[in-house]
């Protein structure tokens, strides 16, 4: 693609990327502030790390549609990596150190790594945080924000779980906030209906928006007329307020270089550069398959941008940043086409702690908690369920068990239940397709012909020496390469080894078109 179409391609989406882009950030803005709180961190760190993600990261990154910012999946190795350097600013150069991990990973093509990921365990994924997202914005919906806003584990922090969460919702239910939430679904439910979609209007308006400026005016009514219904300021956004420069200046933290010499900041740097460069490359591998138009996002240069964004966000006083599903998908759900609408998403996060924090402040995070509902819903469509079922076990069973993993775990740990599982029925398909088996016969003999696939990888090995060893004693067996592209080294060896026992059991092996292992090993 040219400078001149990509110009085009990019600007031409406007009119569905600036929409797109305030639906993500009003469901970032709550997110960021609730991830700095649940990891120990300052208020603002968050909303940095927003700002870098929507302006700058989206810019350095090959994917038009993925969002970066601080991920939930970061808290627990954010809070404990600030208790072990014991200064936040000691934090911060971990941080730097960490994006500086990331960009050499990115030079090395590490990206690779992302392309090994089964497709059923980024589906499971996908549909996990989806369930996730309605089961976690359930209590908040009803107006029980005990736990903070984004909040992603089963085992929250206040000793209860995803399940309990729910329950105890139901017995403090804030009657103000429910009323809220639930003309907020209404709201999202009737704007994607054709009956408001055919108004030419309602196509630059996202719904979100609509939500936001009618909870606040719900709000209003309650206190000024049922004061007993107005929701407090514990079940609002809460955004630092920036009236100066001066305030501005004093909410940003530097990085103490002086830690360097501390083993610790580099144990803590490795853990977030290498758990972060996971997290991204499942991000966009998911985001890749949400994509209406299917473009793919070059995993090497996403993990330079993200090197890049860990640097600034470190070096500006932000936490480490990931691309995140949450919004990335929130992005897609609302028409997003180019990477314009996580720029907007990142100006709109800095216009807000500059100019809009009092009336952002107003907002009820059960009105928020709706648009998530809805996102969470379209990641999570029973269509999905019933697609990879028709797929077979193979697909359907890595992808049921990496849903049941994450919901019950974590994104990370769920994520690599359902990478076992997966990678078990790979092996298993591999064991059974690396080579054609066929008995014949020839001059009044058997001949059992096995003829080898084209690639013949490691993972073939265990299924080929077993179907060697059992051949019956006294066999004339044909080895045929000839269709084979590649045919690994183990594989070689196994083959070898067979031939110069297989006089033993009265077995003739003829062997065609496979090089011999000496040949191999002279390479």
Known sequence: MNLETNKKSVFGSLAKDIPAGLVVFLVALPLCLGISLASGAP????????????????????????????????????????????????????????????????????????????????????????????????????????????????????????????????????????????????????????????????????GALIVVMVSVAINALFLNFYPALAITSSHLVSLPVISSMQDLGSELRLPDFSAFTNPSVYVVAFTIGIVASLESLLSVEAVDKLDPQKRRTPTNRELKAQGIGNMLSGLVGGLPMTAVIVRSSANIASGGETKVSSFVHGIFLLLSVLFLAEFLNQVPLSALAAVLLVVGYKLTKPVLFKAQFKLGQEQFIPFIVTILAILFTDLLVGICIGLVVGILFILKANYKSPYFYHREEQKNKEVIRIRLSEHVSFLNKASIILTLYQLPAGSYVIIDGNSSEFIDYDVLEAIQEFKETAHERGIVVDIRNVPEVAAVGAH
């Open 43 to 206: 208020l603002f760190a968050g909303i940095i790390t927003g700002v870098i993600g929507g302006v700058v990261v989206s810019w350095l990154s090959g994917s038009q549609l993925s969002v970066s910012g601080p991920a939930a999946g970061l808290t627990v190795i954010v809070l404990n990596g600030i208790e072990t350097l014991q200064t936040y600013e000691a934090f911060l150069l971990a941080v730097v150190l960490a994006g500086l991990l990331q960009f050499i990973l990115g030079v090395l093509k590490a990206g690779v790594i992302g392309l090994y990921f089964p497709s059923s365990v980024i589906k499971g994924m996908l549909a996990a945080i989806g369930l996730i997202l309605i089961l976690k914005q359930i209590p908040h919906f009803l107006g029980a924000d005990d736990d903070f806003f984004g909040e992603m584990n089963f085992l929250q922090p206040d000793g209860r779980n995803t399940f309990s969460e729910i329950t105890h919702a139901f017995s403090v239910i804030n009657l103000g906030a429910l009323i809220v939430g639930v003309v907020s679904l209404a709201i999202l439910i009737g704007w994607d209906t054709p009956a408001i979609k055919r108004f030419k209007a309602a196509k630059f308006v996202p």
